[in-house]
């Protein structure tokens, strides 16, 4: 089974890649690399070869929105006699900040590029795709848990780029439903990192993420810690969101992987997320007691656009992906601190 990883080397895509990699897949990373390192595949490698595990891994470094590009990549695979079997499409940009500040960016890289994405697949006859979509979708949270038949209405630009990317799924399905194998993921908080150490979240310049905020204070690398009000609708006046440790992330992939393979056709939208909600007081107590770490913060007022809570519904992935969260937040909290104490400044 040949699997087209786009942003394989993010960090997501890089957990990701390393699961299917040890679970037997063929994968092709394709990654222009603008928000990740080209040390994310020397250190998949070195993972897998210190385990001993043989693997089929290509990368090409290239952009999602060169449709020559996309054709070659195709085309070789066709005449290899290695097709692409299945698409896991995650490159894109996905900061809210600056979606807000650059959308056309964001409409160029996700919607055009996805488009490009979907037309290629179309040419060369490649039905199945699963995508990486947000629970930005769902806008201001009107009913918790979210289920996915939720409103959808996204308050920023990067959300509504995710949005005409399901529609676009969407009618694609609808034009031949007998053709397309098509998961759309909504994805919660990923958060932590592989439990190696040897991949992790690695944002470029001051995180904007309370994850990677906390770590980078907890070693040093920030001073403090802001938290974005303490006057929430909340237990305790802080934010509550779904934190989901990336491997478990990474599984629900591999489970819709297998999902499709079961499946004639198919168009699903289904929320990965932990199922439960902890507010940022709840996560540095937490973070603290797992690791020792003392978090230094204050209260600061609250961050435009957010939200007071926001926590998924997963029962639609337990029951057609067979699928289900298994690390607990203090295993989150570990596995993010041995991360960033191994790795101080990322992949630099
Ligand atoms: P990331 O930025 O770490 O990974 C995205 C990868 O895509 C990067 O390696 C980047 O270099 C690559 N990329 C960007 N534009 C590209 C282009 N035009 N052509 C080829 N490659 C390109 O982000 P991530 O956190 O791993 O997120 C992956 C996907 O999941 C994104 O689509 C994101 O919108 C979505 N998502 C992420 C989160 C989150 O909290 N991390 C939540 C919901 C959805
Ligand atoms: C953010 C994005 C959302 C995206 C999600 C996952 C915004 C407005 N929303 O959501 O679209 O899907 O990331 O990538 O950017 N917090 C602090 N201090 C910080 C950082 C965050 O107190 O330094 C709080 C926030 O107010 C929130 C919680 O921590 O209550 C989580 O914040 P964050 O990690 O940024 O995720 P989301 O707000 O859920």
């Known amino acids: 089974m040949r699997v087209l990883l786009t942003g394989g080397s993010g960090f997501i895509g890089s957990h990701i890649a390393l699961l299917l990699l040890e679970n037997g897949y063929d994968v092709l990373i394709l990654d222009s ?40 990549i195709f085309i070789n695979s066709i005449n290899e006699n290695k097709p692409i079997n299945i698409v896991i499409h995650l ?10 500040i650059k959308p056309l960016n964001y409409w160029d890289v996700n919607v055009l590029g996805s488009l490009n994405l979907l037309l290629t697949m179309k ?52 034009s031949n439903k007998n053709l397309w194998k098509i998961i759309s993921l909504r994805y919660f908080n990923p958060v932590g990192a592989h439990p190696s150490s040897m991949i992790g979240e ?14 980078q204070v907890a070693i040093g690398r920030q001073r403090m810690l802001q938290i974005y ?30 999902y499709l393979n079961s499946k004639d056709s198919c168009l699903e939208f289904i929320n990965l997320g932990s199922g439960h909600g902890y507010s940022v007081f709840q996560i540095i107590k937490q973070f603290e007691i797992s690791t020792g770490c003392k978090i230094p913060f204050s209260i600061q007022s609250r961050r435009d656009g957010d939200i007071a809570k926001c926590y998924a519904d997963i029962s639609k992935a337990k029951r057609l992906l067979d699928w289900t969260p298994k690390r607990s937040l203090e295993q989150i909290c570990l596995d993010g601190w041995n991360w960033q104490v191994n790795n101080p400044n990322g992949y630099s």
């Open 229 to 258: 009000g303490d006057d929430w609708e909340t237990n305790d006046g802080s934010g509550v969101r779904d934190y989901i440790h990336i491997n478990d992330l990474a599984e629900g992939h591999l489970a819709s992987l297998e």
């Open 91 to 100: 490159a894109g940009l996905k900061s809210v900040a600056e979606s807000l």
């Open 33 to 72: 690399f603008i928000n990740s390192s080209s040390n994310v595949i020397k250190r998949i490698k070195i993972y897998l070869d210190s385990k001993d595990i043989k693997y089929k891994l290509e990368t090409i470094n290239g952009d999602i929105r060169d449709k020559k590009l996309l054709d070659s």
């Open 123 to 174: 040419e060369y006859e490649c039905y199945s795709i699963v995508f990486s979509s947000s629970a930005t979708i769902y806008g201001l949270c009107e009913s918790l848990p979210i289920r996915e038949d939720h409103k959808i209405s996204p308050v920023n630009t990067y959300g509504k780029t995710k949005v005409a990317i399901e529609n676009m799924l969407y009618d694609l399905y609808k």
């Open 202 to 215: 690695d944002p470029i310049g001051i995180p904007n993420n309370l994850f990677p905020f906390l770590t």
